[in-house]
């Protein structure tokens, strides 16, 4: 449910009735079918009320709790082993095999979502208990279950023995104890046939003996097995079950997965053994050994996206963006990450063909250059720049300047995607991808469904944004808007439940795709909260930058069950501060800075923790500031001084570690980027990007795993002609009086990018030179004129009056100077009203007009690299 386009319907007057146990059975399977667990729970849980001695209703109970998204990850675990224990989940004694295979499947479960090893030893317990106490029942399932996590345990050993070059022992144990279960397991099916033939018609049983033969490596057999599924019915959610256990089987035993390009005949017995599975589709099926594929863009503003889109150009150098299946976006990752999905919207519904690596090479390279020249439109200012939306702001409490720069997210950068919509606004619902080509198209595609079986996935895209009400996350993506479950339950705030966007009310049923880029971009003190009213009863749902709750957007990938990460955080990092400010403000804000930091370092050691158990199949994480790592400082008078040890200047992925430190420290702001601000952060980007893949490519080559890591082209040259890489030399050189024109340049204007204001002045000399000249004739000629009329009288006043006045002044300053801090809420005269909305437009349209332009010129990559010829 939550991670594709699917539109459950079925609600109300179907579940009232409670059925008879026969017509529950059926009902539970046809809602199991569908993967509707949540109305097959509430079924369920009115029957164990009906039956409470009816095991069968517990069990199914207790499964459709542990699969019930709409629940919190640990609450539906944990409940779900409460409802088995009371049909005798943890007695010695209990042979119900069907008992013991689910704990086995929850604990598997509870590893995959935490971590810890402790639940993938009592899965394998639980799963071997369901077919050493009870074969007959069990029919194999928890038998092979119990060797594959065997394999993966092995394999986790081996891995370590790799690492370490210790032998393990561990290692052959588990192959050898996996090997002998699968034997086990295939004799006992087979006795099992010659006593009862009709098992022949099941597609789990086939499915289960071609396994066991699977991780034999008896290939042969286990092809004669499943082609005698092809005869017997199947739904595509054991299709895919079967298929991914397998390739995961395969990896296991460190089976290099083929080429795009190797012909089928030249394959591993291994992977032409799944072609009698799934036949001329099985080479786009089997990237799913990767695992679920999930790429974050941080929060950061412009220099977030710019960032971004370096790294972007080189996953898709590595044709890793091809295999996405979650876009989780937060703030200025948003912004980009809204138009990079319109683009690969579009291709997807506009090309019959499969989508190849180039495809996405395109999409990036086009989106560099259109979001530059979006960006340069400098959409802070024109938030401004219009009267008429100004005085509305003033007066209207549902429209605000975040709403505002939604509008301008959509005008000034997603127009420029040629889906046939123009300016017209794009909504939500219509972000829906219905692919042209594939068995599964049109409204019929269902990415949870249905992405398995393609090598360049629909992603889906989660926008994050943080609920003031709740403090939780929202997400809103093209199916349904709300708070998630989520990963962690140890608040008691309310959850304001997600819904699709069909059972909104009327006004959010078509919300703007650029209000919901703007929810999750709107940086609190600097942008009012989106509001979203008449959706809960009594509450005003107020969003706010999804920074707040999570700046990496890391959260949104493992809620939806992403097991291969990729991280892109251009985020503010906090900085060093030499005298840390004592007033309550500074303290407060360096407070949150605080807070924040320790955010961000909580989910990296997280992320490590779930990779360290294998319960991630890989983490790529990059930030701004790697390699940037000070040394400790020494307390005056150490007796122990940590030694000057000559560091390189340089990191080494290539920039200049003081050019990188200046990159890093860019503003993280919604103005104009100049074009060397941009292509040095999407530099920056992309050389961090292809390092990190190389560096984690060496470590799965010395773990002794097959292939390259993620099974991506890590080594693939750069494929287009990069306008960010003319600046890789530049970058590349250290400071000192013999650098370059060129990088002394270059080290100005990162310098200045990271001001808020002013910065055309302290780049261009005569406009500095201008502008005071300017305040010194203004300065003068004021001094001037109050001169010349010292002794006139302005305006005659009693004393009376006087004294009024005066109290007046004090109580003006007293008692709303607070309140003037909220000008929409205080300034309720239609003149002041009025003149501040007129003194933000004159301001915003000389700035446009003036000096936007000289800033843009001043900072032409075409400039700076001409500037050694001169």
């Given at each position: ?28 399977r ?14 369920l ?23 019930d ?6 609450t ?33 479960r ?7 090893l402790?639940?993938?030893?009592e ?15 069990d029919?194999?399932?928890g ?6 996590l065997?394999d ?29 279960l ?12 010659q ?6 018609d099941q597609?789990?049983f ?27 019915s ?60 999930g790429?974050?863009?941080?929060g ?10 370096g ?5 898709a150098e590595?044709d ?29 519904e506009?090309?019959?063909k499969?989508l190849?690596q ?29 009267f ?23 005008t ?8 046939g919509?123009?300016?017209?606004p ?9 692919p ?10 269902k990415?949870?469904a249905h ?35 989520g990963?962690?339950d140890?608040d ?13 009310p ?21 942008f ?18 999804g920074?707040?709750y ?6 949104g990938?493992?809620a ?20 840390p ?38 983490v790529?994480f ?14 005056i008078?150490?007796?122990?001084p ?11 992925y ?35 990007a ?16 097959p ?13 287009r ?22 990088r ?12 808020l ?10 406009l ?6 300017a ?11 109050v001169?010349?009329q ?21 109580a ?5 100077a607070?309140?003037w ?21 004159c ?12 800033f ?8 700076l ?6």
């Amino acid at each position: 449910m939550a991670n594709s386009n699917e539109i459950s319907g079925q609600t109300g007057s179907d579940r009232e009735k409670l059925p008879d146990l026969q017509e529950l059975k059926t009902r539970v399977r046809d809602y199991k079918s569908k993967q509707n667990f949540g109305d097959a729970r509430e079924l369920l849980e009115k029957a164990r009320r009906e039956y409470p001695d009816e095991v069968w209703v517990t069990q199914q109970l207790a499964l459709c709790t542990y699969k019930d998204e709409e629940l919190y990850p640990k609450t539906r675990l944990k409940t779900a082993l409460e409802l088995l224990e009371t049909v005798g989940l943890r007695s010695a004694d209990t042979k119900n095999s069907e008992t013991l295979a689910m704990g086995g499947a929850i604990y598997k479960r509870m590893w995959e979502f935490d971590g810890q090893l402790d639940h993938l030893y009592e899965s394998l317990a639980f799963y071997r208990a369901a077919f050493e106490r009870n074969p007959e029942q069990d029919m194999g399932y928890g038998g092979i279950n119990a060797a594959y996590l065997l394999d993966l345990l092995a394999a986790r050993a081996e891995g370590l023995e790799a690492r370490s070059g210790l032998k393990s022992r561990e290692a052959p144990k588990f192959r050898k104890e996996a090997k002998d279960l699968r034997n086990k397991v295939r004799e006992h099916l087979l006795a099992s046939q010659q006593k009862n033939p009709e098992l022949a018609d099941q597609y789990w049983f086939l499915a289960t003996v071609g396994e066991a033969c699977f991780g034999m490596g008896l290939y042969a057999e286990a092809a004669q097995w499943l082609d005698k599924t092809q005869s017997v019915s199947v739904d595509e959610w054991e299709l895919q079950t079967t298929f991914r256990q397998w390739v995961g089987i395969a990896r296991q035993q460190h089976i290099d997965a083929p080429d795009e390009t190797q012909k089928p005949e030249d394959w591993h017995e291994a992977w032409q053994t799944l072609q009698h599975l799934l036949g001329d589709e099985t080479a786009e099926a089997l990237v799913c050994h990767r695992g679920k594929v999930g790429l974050a863009l941080s929060g950061g503003g412009f220099r977030a996206s710019f960032f971004h889109l370096g790294v972007m150009a080189r996953l898709a150098e590595a044709d890793a963006l091809r295999g996405v299946d979650v876009l989780s976006t937060v703030s200025g990752g948003s912004i980009v990450g809204m138009q990079y999905y319109l683009e690969v919207q579009k291709l997807f519904e506009e090309s019959a063909k499969k989508l190849s690596q180039n495809d996405y090479l395109d999409i990036v390279e086009k989106l560099q250059n259109d979001f530059l020249k979006g960006v340069e439109t400098n959409i802070r200012m024109r938030a401004f720049g219009d009267f008429a939306a100004n005085v509305r702001m003033l007066f209207s409490k549902s429209y605000s300047r975040s709403h505002k720069l939604g509008e301008l997210y959509e005008t000034n950068l997603y127009s420029k995607v040629a889906d046939g919509k123009n300016d017209q606004p794009r909504t939500m619902p219509d972000l829906l991808v219905k692919p042209a080509q594939g068995r599964f198209q049109g409204d019929s595609f269902k990415p949870n469904a249905h992405n398995w079986r393609r090598r360049a996935k629909v992603p889906v895209l989660l926008l994050n944004t943080t609920s003031l009400n709740s403090g939780h996350n929202w997400f809103f993506t093209a199916a349904w808007m709300g708070e998630p479950p989520g990963l962690i339950d140890v608040d008691s705030n309310e959850r304001f439940r997600r819904l699709y966007y069909y059972q909104a009310p009327e006004h959010l049923k078509k919300f703007r795709v650029g209000y919901a880029a703007a929810a999750s971009s709107c940086v609190p003190g600097l942008f009012e909260p989106l509001v979203l009213d008449k959706l809960y009863q009594d509450r005003t749902v107020k969003l706010v930058d999804g920074g707040v709750y999570d700046n990496q957007g890391v959260q949104g990938l493992l809620a939806e069950g992403c097991t291969l990460i990729l991280c892109s955080d251009a985020s503010g990092q906090m900085p060093d501060s030499y005298d840390p400010a004592e007033d309550p403000g500074g303290v407060l804000l360096r407070t949150v800075s605080v807070l924040q930091d320790r955010v961000r370092e909580s989910q990296y050691q997280d992320l490590q923790g779930r990779l360290d158990s294998r319960a991630l199949h890989g983490v790529f994480f990059i930030h701004t500031q790697k390699e940037l790592d000070p040394k400790p400082l020494d307390w005056i008078g150490c007796q122990d001084p940590k030694p000057d040890i000559p560091a390189s200047k340089v990191t080494s992925y290539g920039i200049a570690k003081d050019l990188q430190k200046k990159i890093a420290g860019l503003r993280t702001d919604l103005d104009s980027f100049t074009e060397v601000e941009a292509h040095a952060l999407m530099a920056s980007g992309y050389l961090m990007a292809d390092k990190q893949l190389k560096d984690l490519d060496q470590q799965h080559k010395k773990e002794g795993k097959p292939g390259t890591w993620g099974d991506f082209n890590i080594y693939a040259e750069p494929q287009r002609d990069w306008e960010f890489l003319k600046l890789k030399e530049v970058l590349a050189e250290e400071a000192g009086e013999q650098a370059s024109a060129k990088r002394k340049d270059l080290e100005l204007q990162l310098n200045v990018g990271s001001e808020l204001f002013f910065k055309a002045w302290q780049l261009i000399p005569w406009l500095k030179i201008v502008s005071g000249v300017a305040a010194v004739l203004i300065l003068w000629l004021s001094i001037k004129l109050v001169v010349s009329q010292w002794d006139n009288t302005l305006f005659s006043i009693s004393v009376g009056k006087a004294m009024i006045a005066l109290l007046g002044l004090v109580a003006a300053l007293l008692f709303p100077a607070l309140k003037w801090l909220n000008p929409k809420e205080e300034a309720r005269s239609w003149v002041i009203k009025f003149a501040i909305a007129l003194t933000g437009y004159c301001m915003a349209k000389l700035h446009l007009a003036i000096f936007d332009p000289l800033f843009l010129a001043r900072g032409r990559l075409a400039r700076l690299l001409d500037l050694d010829k001169k």
